[in-house]
Nanobody, 116 residues
Framework: QVQLVESGGGSVQAGGSLRLSCTGS????????MAWFHRAPGLEREFVAV????????NYADFVKGRFIISRDNAKDMVYLQMNNLKPEDTAVYYC?????????WGQGTQVTVYS
């Protein structure tokens, strides 16, 4: 069973940057395509970005293209999300998980708050 732990969230002014980290231990983390998701208050969790297991191909939701960069370090069982030019609408709890078949349970997530 993979244990997912997200970190790196915080409060930042619009236009600022944050780097989220996710570690996964105890399973097939390094052999899985890994993604970031977010859940804004009152909304469903939605896809943000994904990277293939060898970090060869990356895809992004349209609302983060050109601003966020996903990456991973399989030697460390880590996935990252560099978030630049943050906007108030990026405010959400951010989660990492395998995609399209997520591990269970999900991690606790990390809160990102962007103020104007």
């Amino acid at each position: 069973q993979v244990q997912l732990v997200e970190s790196g969230g915080g409060s930042v002014q619009a236009g600022g940057s944050l780097r989220l980290s996710c570690t996964g231990s105890g399973g097939t983390f390094s052999r899985s395509d890994m993604a970031w998701f977010h859940r804004a208050p009152g909304l469903e969790r939605e896809f943000v970005a994904v990277t293939t297991r060898r970090d060869i191909s990356r895809n992004y939701a349209d609302f983060v293209k050109g601003r966020f960069i996903i990456s991973r370090d399989n030697a460390k069982d880590m996935v990252y999300l560099q978030m630049n030019n943050l906007k108030p609408e990026d405010t959400a709890v951010y989660y990492c998980n395998a995609h399209p078949r997520p591990f269970t349970p999900w991690g606790q997530g990390t809160q990102v708050t962007v103020y104007s």
